[in-house]
């Protein structure tokens, strides 16, 4: 149990539904990531939150729209995917990324949601 | 820009065989490294970090030592398990600490 936890586990859904992805961490963290995870591709971080605010969107499409409404609750909301946006969606979360610190700039990642686009 | 480079795999092994997963990294400074290691159905977990030249990380008999002048870091272990199958990944942390490149995963089998 690494204090972040991710809901749900899997999800299936159509090209034309609405769903969200909720991820919440226990660990009093300050940053929240979302990554995806695809097959044969390297792990790709797709928004960073630092205290509520997003410092980073590395270029993902508008029918990802992500969500923190605190610093312990973090969503991606997902409306119109593709199939090719099937993959293991993981959260993190760190203490404070700001600081040179390493111990506050180590991130502690959720178990994912696998999703799979029909 | 920063990158990580590791083995492809997938490694087999056998029981109490050695492991060496190697990982090289772009040298922007002086990165915060991290070996993560992904069990099948959840998600990474934190094996090992190092933050400076000739540091050595270490966890559960794994070790990973910080070599500038290679710009590598790569993971050993003496005697591998059945039960330390899983996808292994190297990760620099970027100079603002706010974020991780991670290298494409190297997924280890070990066989009884």
């Known amino acids: 149990e690494t204090g972040v936890t991710q809901t749900p586990r899997h999800l299936v859904m159509g090209m034309t539904n609405k769903k969200s992805l909720k991820c919440e961490q226990h660990l009093g963290h300050n940053a929240m990531y979302w990554y995806k995870q695809s097959a044969k591709k390297p792990l790709e971080l797709m928004f960073v939150?630092?205290?509520?605010?997003?410092?980073e969107n590395n270029s993902v499409p508008s029918r990802f729209s992500p969500e923190c409404p605190n610093s312990s609750h973090l969503f991606l909301h997902l409306h119109t995917l593709q199939p090719e946006d099937s993959a293991l969606y993981l959260c993190a979360s760190s203490q404070d990324p700001w600081t040179g610190i390493l111990a506050k700039n180590i991130q502690y990642f959720g178990a994912g949601t696998r999703l799979s686009v029909l | 820009g920063n990158s990580v480079t590791q083995m492809e795999g997938p490694v087999t092994l056998s029981e109490e065989a050695f492991l060496t997963i190697n990982c090289t990294y772009t040298a922007t400074g002086y990165p915060s490294l991290f070996w993560y290691v992904q069990y099948p159905g959840e998600g990474l977990q934190l094996l090992l970090k190092a933050t400076k030249a000739d540091d050595k990380g270490s966890n559960k008999g794994f070790e990973a030592t910080y070599r500038k002048e290679t710009t590598s870091f790569h993971l050993e272990k003496g005697s591998v398990q059945v039960s330390d199958s899983a996808v292994y990944f190297c990760?620099?942390?970027?100079?603002?600490?706010?974020?991780?490149?991670f290298g494409g995963g190297t997924r280890l089998m070990v066989k009884p």
């Open positions: 990760a620099r942390l970027n100079n603002a600490g706010n974020m991780l490149t």
């Open positions: 939150y630092n205290f509520k605010e997003q410092t």
